[in-house]
């Protein structure tokens, strides 16, 4: 069970699915909540583990880094014709 001070809270129920299955979002909050329930989890010392974080950091600088490969190769091309 979720609940913020002075809302409803909500029960979670899960149930078995047909692989393939289309359903309604299983879970929806609005964003000041949501925020709420982040910076109270921080603020209780919940932390993304530090791997996925330099993971995600990683991947967005190749990310990067491919893109600016292709604007090259295409500016390349360009100046070549």
């Not at 993304?48 to 990067?64: M, S, Y």
């Not at 491919?66 to 360009?78: G, H, Q, S, T």
């Amino acid at each position: 069970m979720f609940a913020i001070k002075g809302e409803r809270s909500c029960h979670l129920v899960f149930a078995e699915r047909e692989l393939g299955t289309t359903f309604d979002p299983l879970f929806s909050m609005p964003v000041d909540q949501m925020q709420h329930m982040f910076n109270s989890l921080w603020s209780a010392g919940f932390r993304p583990p530090e791997r996925a974080l330099k993971d995600d950091i990683v991947g967005a600088k190749n990310a990067h880094l491919d893109d600016l490969r292709n604007v090259n190769e295409k500016l390349f091309n360009l100046l070549g014709q």
